[in-house]
Nanobody, 125 residues
Framework: QLQLVESGGGLVQPGGSLRLSCAVS????????IGWFRQAPGKEREGVSC????????TYADSVKGRFTISRDNAKNTVHLQMNSLKPEDTGVYYC??????????????????WGQGTQVTVSS
């Protein structure tokens, strides 16, 4: 019943843009925080961005501030991550996740209890 499905990944050149989507079912967006994480080969999964259940609070990793924007479309029960000015170090598998709580946004994976399957983002010339 509860599902999170990422889409929108792909291959893009440095400086390009991608828009990721996370379609959720089994719960409403206003009931939980939603986070975006990414994981490169051989590295820990790291928090990228988060939006609170209220939609009023957003957080970003320092590495993506000014380049990425998280948003949500309540009518479609979908969270988006707009990624601009992409760099090779942005490469990885991107996951969206449901938070344990409604408002608390954190880059720590322990604060999230449901995950999508991930979508690959590759930034390369």
């Amino acid at each position: 019943q509860l599902q999170l499905v990422e889409s929108g990944g792909g291959l893009v050149q440095p400086g390009g843009s991608l828009r990721l989507s996370c379609a959720v079912s089994g719960f409403t967006l206003d009931s939980r925080a939603i986070g975006w994480f990414r994981q490169a080969p051989g590295k820990e999964r790291e928090g990228v961005s988060c939006i609170s259940g209220s939609g009023l609070s957003t957080t970003y990793a320092d590495s993506v501030k000014g380049r990425f924007t998280i948003s949500r479309d309540n009518a479609k029960n979908t969270v988006h991550l707009q990624m601009n000015s992409l760099k090779p170090e942005d490469t990885g598998v991107y996951y969206c996740a449901k938070g344990r709580l409604r408002h608390y946004c954190s880059g720590d994976v322990s604060n999230f209890d449901s995950w999508g399957q991930g979508t690959q983002v590759t930034v390369s010339s």
